[in-house]
């Protein structure tokens, strides 16, 4: 058997495991309080032979000594009697004796010396639990009375829990009117006592509390010894506050209980990721004024974007990194004062092991040779006469400078597209890039979508500061992936309005050029335009470039006279083979390549000059369309040049 002391020192681990023993249902989500009671309840309604037995003892002896009038100082009678007081079986047997008609006699107050001298009992564990099940009878026996001189109300609060009187029928008292004024106190004072009893959610406990409409003459003894063991706070029993001090001084159990109930908390907390070394990236670098740099992406342009990169100044001087290069590695997700992915590591650095790239050649000490091997135009899916007459008339080579001529309305776009196809066909190893400036969107869209190159473009409705610092970016890049050893080749469109953007963002020098032209403007686009070359020992940089002249423009002639001379290979367009619909309307007689013997084999070039004798006194249509005419029948042009002889 429990009692509430014990039951308070309990965890409400070991409260349930009782509450599982007694079989007691809906334990889960009750809290400590509750569970007590719950364990209390069951312990009175089933009690324990042991139990039963001793309240039996306790109840033969206790009929056999009536109560009597003892003296003040008498101390030994009434700890006995404090010590084995009244049980309920007892009460149940007297309420049931045929002596109902006494129960209004109460038993006579005790002197208040004689309550001093009980206090000290009650230290002692109490160990009889009551049977609640008696406390529906509404038959009363007898009724508590207080006594008259009460010192303090700690003083009562303290005593009044463990020192229960005993009361029978049998022993009527001589004073009414004092008998009447006692039961008016004792009605008034046990009204702490229901406040904090009706403070348990338990039914059964409930139905004990004595209802206001009853007289004070039918409360029992019966009830007040069997709310004992829910009474045992003696520090709130006479306070009307009592239940809210009793809630904040079980703060340990409710720590208690808090730690049974951990906080429900986030999975991600429980199972952290480490983003670290996870995700790749690839970007080219831009390095600041201050040192440090960012990773542009191809989707935005190279320009400003949130998918940067931030490479810090440690890593540039480590790597011997510079603006152009294309960096690989892995970065990590900012921290909370960063804004950017941080570059944590790097794997390759354009295409090469950093290891390989720390110690190379800078572009501007490359030595520049002719170029030697020719990009082969012809024999792909996508072949087309345009191409092929270009590997005839005007051949390309790796590091070739090339300057594509051509008046309005030409089709040089569609020429530039039909290259890019061929070399990218031809020739996997070669990284391809088509830079399109101030050109249209819908033709932006159109290159990219039939062009396996990558498309870089700003539109004319861009200011010029983003159409130079593309061109830079690219350039950069070009020159960084020809250090390393790479062929690369850039597809301009066009070099005539990339130079318009030069002029517009430099500053003012105080000397012009006919058609607006600054003196200073024109020296970025050549740069630009000579970065072409075949490197020595591997490597190559090949510009194709529009020029546009005949637009009306005097800077146009400008621009195109400043280029004239800078290529080493000039294509010629004719708008009046593009207005009777002669595609591709090429020059013939005037398209060549510098130092085309280096690219072809001397039999084959022997016979492009007996073409070209041939072709001289024609006029560009005539030429276009008598080579349309014969070329059109053959599958190649080694099999177009053999079969000029017959």
Not at 126 to 145: F, N
Not at 264 to 273: G, M, S, T, V, Y
Not at 530 to 551: F, N, V, Y
Not at 559 to 577: A, P, S, V, W, Y
Request: hydrophobic share 30%; proline share 9%; with cysteine.
């Amino acid at each position: 058997m429990y009692d509430i002391v014990e039951l308070n020192g309990k965890l409400v681990a070991d409260l349930r495991l009782i509450a599982e023993e007694f079989k007691i249902p809906k334990t889960d989500k009750l809290l400590k309080k509750e569970l007590i009671y719950k364990i209390l309840d069951y312990q009175a309604l089933n009690p324990s032979p042991e139990t039963l037995q001793k309240e039996e003892f306790t109840e033969k002896k206790k009929r056999g000594r009536p109560v009597t009038k003892r003296k003040p100082d008498d101390r030994r009678p009434q700890e006995r009697i404090i010590d084995k007081p009244v049980t309920p079986a007892a009460q149940e047997n007297d309420s049931k004796s045929p002596m109902r008609p006494e129960q209004d006699n109460p038993i006579k107050p005790e002197p208040k010396k004689q309550q001093e001298y009980t206090s000290p009992v009650e230290n002692k564990p109490k160990t009889e639990v009551p049977i609640p099940e008696r406390t529906q009878q509404t038959s009363p026996e007898a009724v508590v009375k207080a006594p008259e001189n009460k010192p303090t109300e700690s003083a009562i609060a303290e005593k009044k829990p463990d020192s229960p009187v005993t009361s029978y029928p049998r022993k009527p008292s001589d004073n009414d009117a004092s008998r009447h004024r006692k039961r008016e106190r004792i009605e008034r004072k046990p009204l702490p006592i229901v406040s904090t009893v009706t403070m348990s959610k338990e039914p059964e406990v409930t139905e004990t509390v004595v209802r206001p409409e009853q007289p004070a003459v039918s409360r029992p003894i019966e009830n007040r010894e069997e709310r004992k063991p829910y009474d045992k706070r003696p520090r709130f029993e006479n306070d009307v506050r009592a239940p809210k001090p009793y809630v904040k001084s079980d703060s340990p159990n409710t720590r208690e209980i808090n730690q049974t109930q951990p906080k429900p908390q986030p999975q991600r907390a429980e199972f952290p990721f480490e983003f670290e070394g996870m995700v790749p990236a690839e970007g080219v670098l831009e390095i600041m004024p201050d040192g440090y740099g960012f990773l542009r992406s191809s989707d935005y342009n190279y320009l400003n974007s949130p998918d940067d990169i931030y490479v810090s100044q440690s890593q540039i001087k480590l790597f011997g990194l510079k603006t152009g290069d294309t960096v690989e590695g892995t970065v990590r997700p900012p921290k909370e004062s960063e804004k950017y992915f941080p570059l944590i590591k790097v794997d390759h650095i354009n295409g090469r092991l950093p290891e390989e790239v720390r110690d190379r050649v800078p572009f501007d000490f490359l030595t520049p040779l002719f170029p030697e091997e020719k990009f082969i135009l012809t024999g792909h899916k996508q072949e087309t006469i345009s191409t092929r007459l270009m590997d005839m008339f005007a051949p390309i080579g790796k590091g070739q400078r090339g300057l594509i001529v051509s008046q309005p309305k030409t089709g040089k776009t569609v020429l530039l597209k039909e290259i890019a196809n061929a070399i990218a066909a031809n020739h996997p190893e070669v990284y391809l890039i088509i830079l399109l400036i101030d050109e249209r969107p819908e033709e932006v869209t159109d290159m990219a979508r039939n062009v396996n190159a990558e498309v870089i473009a700003s539109t004319f409705d861009e200011p010029a500061e983003k159409h130079v610092k593309i061109a830079n970016l690219i350039l950069e890049k070009a020159k960084r992936l020809t250090e390393c050893g790479h062929d690369v080749v850039i597809l301009l469109d066009s070099i005539t309005r990339l130079a318009r953007a030069y002029n517009t963002v430099s500053p003012a020098s105080g000397k012009v050029l006919s058609g607006g032209v600054e003196a200073n403007a024109l020296q970025k686009p050549k740069r630009f335009f000579g970065a072409a070359r075949q490197i020595e020992h591997g490597g190559s940089l090949t510009i194709l470039a529009t020029a546009l002249i005949d637009t009306g423009s005097k800077m146009d002639e400008v621009i195109f006279e400043e280029f004239k001379g800078t290529g080493n290979m000039e294509l010629q367009l004719d708008r009046k083979l593009s207005n009777k619909r002669i595609y591709p309307a090429i020059d013939i007689v005037a398209s060549s390549t510098r130092r085309e013997d280096l690219l072809m084999d001397k039999d084959m070039l022997q016979r492009i000059w007996v073409l070209r004798n041939h072709l001289a006194d024609m006029n560009p249509v005539e030429a276009m369309e008598f080579l349309k005419d014969k070329i059109k029948f053959t599958k190649s042009n080694q099999e177009f040049l053999i079969s000029m002889n017959s």
